[in-house]
Nanobody, 122 residues
Framework: QVQLVESGGGLVQAGGSLRLSCAPS????????MGWYRQAPGKQRELVAT???????NYADSVKGRFTISRDYAKNTVYLQKNSLKPEDTAVYYC????????????????WGQGTQVTVSS
């Protein structure tokens, strides 16, 4: 069974840094776009950053200049380096990826990770 496995969340003081990681487990054929989303208590899930298979990145305005998304193609892993963290960055962060599961099919499946809690104290 294919899953996205996240790691790197935790508690950090304002101004600090954290790095999140996410990679698929199980048998996959390809990885297309990957990204990170977050959901704060009482709010809707929102986009944080995405990266295409070609390396094109996109960021929410609220994190531009502070967060960096990157990927290791050999490991099928996506990272989110978060610097200058603010209390308003507190949320559950979810990894998202479009995965191809078989060489004979071009269909991509949308997967989500289980979420990892990031808490920024003031």
């Amino acid at each position: 069974q294919v899953q996205l496995v996240e790691s790197g969340g935790g508690l950090v003081q304002a101004g600090g840094s954290l790095r999140l990681s996410c990679a698929p487990s199980g048998s996959i054929f390809s990885v297309n776009a990957m990204g990170w989303y977050r959901q704060a208590p009482g709010k809707q899930r929102e986009l944080v950053a995405t990266i295409t298979s070609g390396g094109t990145t996109n960021y929410a305005d609220s994190v531009k200049g502070r967060f960096t998304i990157s990927r290791d193609y050999a490991k099928n892993t996506v990272y989110l380096q978060k610097n200058s963290l603010k209390p308003e960055d507190t949320a559950v962060y979810y990894c998202n990826a479009d995965l191809g599961l078989a060489s004979w099919s071009a269909h991509l499946y949308d997967y989500w990770g289980q979420g990892t809690q990031v808490t920024v104290s003031s």
